[in-house]
């Protein structure tokens, strides 16, 4: 990164930022460099990350650290005038806004952090007692002058906290928004007796002391996110720092840089949606392979809350079933859960009680890499729908479901709930897959992933002490079939920044995979088979699929056919579009939406 050594100290990295706004003319910078505008508190743990993206991908970040405030060179004035960017990282709001602009492509957006408010003194100052609100109200008020930061949190402050407190009058004229620096170097020199910044901003500055964050009570929450530049040359490139940047493996340093992390794959996604999580253990599990487990762990999360009919009868209850080797936190992310579960959303959790189950074998549900490895049962679809039917009806005591739906093998299981407790639910929604047995070139890309672990001999029979090769070639096989030719082609324009690219995302993969759990999630398919029972599913179903999925390709015929046979059955194909993501698209919700509230007005009691 050219904006200091990879070893600089996580509070050196601080120090250097906070006089610099670094400038980049656009000679200096390399084709294949990866260009990065950041403002504001996630810039700490990107600076130490950064290092560690560019040994493993070879690509160069090229860094200006600005702000998203008014001044020639602020993120928006920057991007106005023609600069070049690949990757945006700013508060969630100023992002959004950004995309309103045209600047960030629309659904790239990717919450990485959670940032508090802090306020700080200088260091030997005394520290004034902010833990209640009114302790706060009374150190504003006798603080001879205040600084805030040119960000959300000082427009927060200025705005809404003030106010609030009822003393804006008072803060006018010893109250300063600091435009070109951090506020701690402002506190540090003394040239304000408080100051207030996101905490991650604060924490490295030198010459200065974190009183403490906000009361709970007048707290504001900022997400900071990250989006690809509309101007981006190497668009997968940047998508693969964004990912990289949200992964697991980055959660630790944003810990320190005095934010909470929200992990991709295991992203707690939009914010304001804050799940209910448990575990749910079913004893004595018997699998149909004739394998069992003493106790058999179900997680699972839950948004609202169960509401009841004068029959007792459960009456706003959603279930979503997640893809093969994702989970229910997969879906908590701002093109799924941020479009159908907020407010006013399709499915308003303020109004429904929604179940997101992590299925056997994936997430924090019983898998082989708890420690079984290969000894672990062999499990199949039927196995899994009946532990999720367990969970909803013996752990959640919820009676009957107003919506059933999931996403690719969630999807798949969508169909066997239908069958198997036809008159469970008011209505399905299978999106992304076929009713029929994986079979055909569906097949064949399983064998593949298949084949090449178990025909490893680093393998060795699931007993192995690091990941084997053959995992590479199963994740490799997953990107191949996730999305589509158009897109991969925009994403990959020629073969040395395909090879970048493909390499990046696949060794991100690579961190967080196991491969007796992939064997595990793709052989469980060997069970699926709708197709004889079909006439069977009672209630309405409204089935979508997309005309670029290369997993179920439309040129088959095999959904319109089938969907057919069921009673009130209906299938719809999505056309290729700059919205549609191949396989992927059953995750974006504004593809689809509509559908979905068609089928709760026609399903309606």
Same mark, same amino acid.
């Given at each position: 990164m050219n904006i200091g050594p990879s070893r600089r100290s996580f509070r050196g990295w601080l120090a250097l930022l906070v006089a610099l706004v670094v400038v980049l003319p656009a000679a200096k910078v390399s084709a294949d460099d990866i260009v990065v505008m950041t403002s504001g508190a996630f810039t700490a743990a990107y600076l130490e990350l950064g290092p560690g993206f560019e040994h493993s991908t070879k690509h160069k970040l090229i860094t200006a650290t600005t702000t998203m405030g008014t001044g020639a060179e602020s993120i928006p004035n920057r991007l106005a005038r023609g600069e070049r960017a690949d990757v945006v990282i700013v508060a969630?709001?100023?992002?959004?806004?950004?995309? %309103?602009?045209?600047?960030?492509?629309?659904?790239?957006?990717?919450?990485?952090?959670?940032?508090?408010?802090?306020?700080?003194?200088?260091?030997?100052?005394?520290?004034?007692?902010?833990?209640?609100?009114?302790?706060?109200?009374?150190?504003?008020?006798?603080? %001879?002058?205040?600084?805030?930061?040119a960000s959300v949190s000082g427009d927060y402050l200025a705005t809404e906290l003030f106010p609030k407190l009822g003393i804006a009058d008072q803060m006018k004229g010893k109250s300063q928004r600091i435009e070109r620096e951090r506020v701690g170097a402002v506190v540090a020199r003394g040239d304000a007796?408080?100051?207030?910044?996101?905490?991650?901003?604060?924490?490295?500055?030198?010459?200065?002391?974190?009183?403490?964050?906000?009361?709970?009570?007048?707290?504001?929450?900022?997400?900071?996110?990250?989006?690809?530049?509309?101007?981006?040359?190497?668009?997968?490139?940047?998508?693969?720092?964004?990912?990289?940047?949200?992964?697991p493996a980055a959660a630790g340093i944003v810990t320190k840089s005095g934010m909470e992390p929200i992990a991709a794959g295991g992203q707690d996604?939009?914010?304001?949606?804050?799940?209910?999580?448990?575990?749910?253990?079913?004893?004595?599990?018997?699998?149909r392979s004739g394998g069992r487990l003493p106790e058999l762990r179900i997680h699972y999360r839950t948004f609202g809350t169960p509401q009841r009919d004068a029959q007792g009868v459960v009456r706003?209850?959603?279930?979503?079933?997640?893809?093969?080797g994702g989970s229910g936190a997969s879906l908590i992310r701002p093109e799924f859960a941020?479009?159908?579960?907020?407010?006013?959303?399709?499915?308003?959790?303020?109004?429904?009680?929604?179940?997101?189950?992590?299925?056997?074998?994936?997430?924090?549900?019983?898998?082989?890499?708890?420690?079984?490895?290969?000894?672990?049962?062999?499990?199949?679809?039927?196995?899994?729908?009946?532990?999720?039917?367990?969970?909803?009806?013996?752990?959640?005591?919820?009676?009957?479901?107003?919506?059933?739906?999931?996403?690719?093998?969630?999807?798949?299981?969508?169909?066997?709930?239908?069958?198997r407790y036809p008159a469970f639910m008011d209505a399905l929604m299978p999106l992304?897959?076929?009713?029929?047995?994986?079979?055909?070139?569906?097949?064949?890309?399983?064998?593949?992933?298949?084949?090449?672990?178990?025909?490893?001999?680093?393998?060795?029979?699931?007993?192995?002490?690091?990941?084997?090769?053959?995992?590479?070639?199963?994740?490799?096989?997953?990107f191949l079939m996730g999305s589509n030719p158009v897109l991969r082609q925009t994403e990959l324009p020629n073969l040395a920044e395909s090879d970048r690219a493909f390499d990046a995302a696949i060794a991100a993969t690579l961190k967080n995979s196991d491969a007796n759990d992939v064997l595990y999630q793709i052989e469980a398919s060997y069970d699926y088979d709708p197709g004889p029972d079909l006439e %069977?599913?009672?209630?309405?179903?409204?089935?979508?699929?997309?005309?670029?999925?290369?997993?179920?390709?439309?040129?088959?015929?095999?959904?319109?056919?089938?969907? %057919?046979?069921?009673?009130?059955g209906r299938a719809v194909i999505v056309p290729l579009s700059p919205d549609t993501r191949g396989h992927g698209t059953h995750t974006i919700a504004a593809v689809w939406k509509s559908y979905l509230e068609e089928l709760l007005r026609q399903s309606s009691r």
């Open positions: 969630a709001e100023g992002l959004e806004d950004l995309i %309103k602009a045209g600047r960030i492509v629309p659904g790239s957006r990717v919450d990485l952090a959670r940032s508090s408010i802090a306020m700080a003194v200088r260091a030997g100052a005394r520290k004034p007692d902010i833990s209640s609100v009114d302790g706060l109200r009374r150190a504003l008020l006798d603080a %001879k002058s205040i600084a805030y930061s007796e408080i100051g207030f910044q996101q905490l991650s901003e604060l924490l490295p500055i030198p010459g200065i002391v974190i009183v403490g964050t906000l009361p709970a009570e007048v707290q504001r929450v900022t997400v900071f996110s990250a989006g690809i530049a509309t101007s981006s040359p190497h668009p997968a490139s940047a998508r693969a720092l964004v990912n990289f940047l949200a992964s996604g939009p914010r304001d949606l804050n799940p209910a999580e448990a575990d749910f253990v079913l004893k004595d599990f018997q699998f706003n209850a959603v279930l979503i079933m997640h893809g093969t941020g479009e159908l579960f907020r407010a006013g959303g399709v499915l308003d959790v303020s109004r429904y009680f929604v179940i997101l189950p992590d299925g056997i074998g994936h997430g924090r549900s019983s898998k082989p890499s708890d420690g079984l490895r290969a000894r672990f049962p062999r499990y199949g679809y039927l196995d899994m729908v009946e532990a999720e039917y367990r969970l909803v009806t013996e752990g959640l005591m919820v009676n009957h479901l107003r919506l059933v739906m999931g996403t690719s093998m969630g999807a798949m299981h969508t169909w066997l709930w239908g069958e992304a897959s076929l009713p029929t047995q994986i079979s055909g070139r569906n097949r064949v890309w399983r064998r593949v992933v298949i084949d090449a672990i178990r025909n490893d001999p680093e393998w060795k029979s699931g007993d192995y002490s690091k990941q084997p090769p053959s995992l590479r070639t199963a994740q490799e096989m997953l %069977k599913i009672r209630a309405p179903l409204l089935a979508v699929n997309s005309a670029d999925d290369l997993i179920n390709p439309p040129e088959l015929g095999i959904l319109e056919r089938e969907v %057919k046979r069921v009673p009130s």
